[in-house]
C-alpha cells in the first residue's frame, strides 16, 4: 500500500466503516433496543436479523471502498445515506416529543434553563432540514458545514457530562428511544464527525475538480 492510497479518502472511509462496525457489534444490548423501538413489529429475533445484516453491510461496503470497487462518488453517497439517515431518526422522535426532548436536555445542567425549551423545539427542525440537505444534494456544502457545527456542540455537551460522572441517557435519538449513556453518546459521535468532515472533504475535491474542467473548456 503506498502512502497516498494509505491516507486517501476512499481508504479513510473504508476504516471509518470498519471501526463503526466493531462499534456497532460492542453495543449491541444498546442497538437492538433502539432497532425494536423503531419497529415493534419486529420483536427479538428480527431485530436481531437486521442487526446482523446491517454489521455485514457496514464492513462489505467499507471493503468494498477500500479496495476501490466502488469509487469516490459511491463512497461519497455512502456518507450522504449514513448521515441523513442519523440526522432524520434523531429528528422524528424530538419533533413528536419536544417535552421530553427539553427534558432530557436538563439533565446536562449545563445549558441555561430558558434556552432549554426554544432549543428543544428548533433543533429537531434543523436535523431534520439537514437530513434533506445531505441526502437532495440542496446546498450540501452548507448542510454539511452544518452538520460539523452540531456535531462538535454534541461532543462538547456529552464530554463534559461524561467528565462530571453524570448518570443521565443521551437524548440524542429522542426521550422515549433514549437507553445509551453519555460516554457511547460520545464515541459514537466521534464516528459522524468523522463522516462529516470525510463528506466535506469529498464535496471540496468534486468542486476543484469542477472548476478545473471549467477552466479548461
Known amino acids: 500500500m503506498t502512502p497516498n492510497k494509505r491516507f486517501s479518502l476512499s481508504s479513510l472511509t473504508a476504516a471509518s466503516l470498519f471501526g463503526w462496525t466493531l462499534f456497532f457489534v460492542l453495543t449491541f444490548n444498546d442497538v437492538q433496543p433502539a432497532i425494536i423501538a423503531l419497529a415493534p413489529f419486529l420483536a427479538e429475533k428480527g431485530s436481531l436479523a437486521v442487526f446482523c445484516l446491517l454489521a455485514v453491510l457496514f464492513s462489505a461496503t467499507g471493503l468494498l471502498i477500500f479496495l476501490e470497487v466502488l469509487g ?12 441523513s439517515a442519523v440526522f432524520i431518526m434523531a429528528a422524528i422522535p424530538k419533533i413528536l416529543d419536544p417535552a421530553g426532548f427539553a427534558l432530557d436536555i436538563s439533565h446536562y445542567d449545563t445549558l441555561p434553563r430558558f434556552s432549554v425549551n426554544l432549543i428543544a423545539i428548533t433543533l429537531p427542525w434543523v436535523e431534520a432540514l439537514i437530513a434533506v440537505s445531505l441526502i437532495s444534494g440542496f446546498m450540501d456544502r452548507g448542510g454539511v458545514l452544518l452538520t460539523n457545527l452540531l456535531m462538535v456542540a454534541f461532543l462538547v455537551l456529552t464530554g463534559q457530562a461524561w467528565m462530571r460522572g453524570l448518570d443521565i441517557d443521551c437524548g440524542c435519538f429522542g426521550h422515549a428511544g433514549a437507553r445509551e449513556a453519555v460516554s457511547k453518546a460520545f464515541l459514537r459521535d466521534v464516528f459522524f464527525i468523522f463522516w462529516s468532515v470525510l463528506l466535506f472533504a469529498y464535496l471540496r475535491k468534486e468542486n476543484g475538480r469542477k472548476l478545473l474542467e471549467g477552466q479548461a473548456a
Not at 72 to 83: E, G, H, I, Q
Open 72 to 83: 469516490a462518488s459511491y463512497a461519497k453517497a455512502v456518507l450522504r445515506v449514513l448521515l
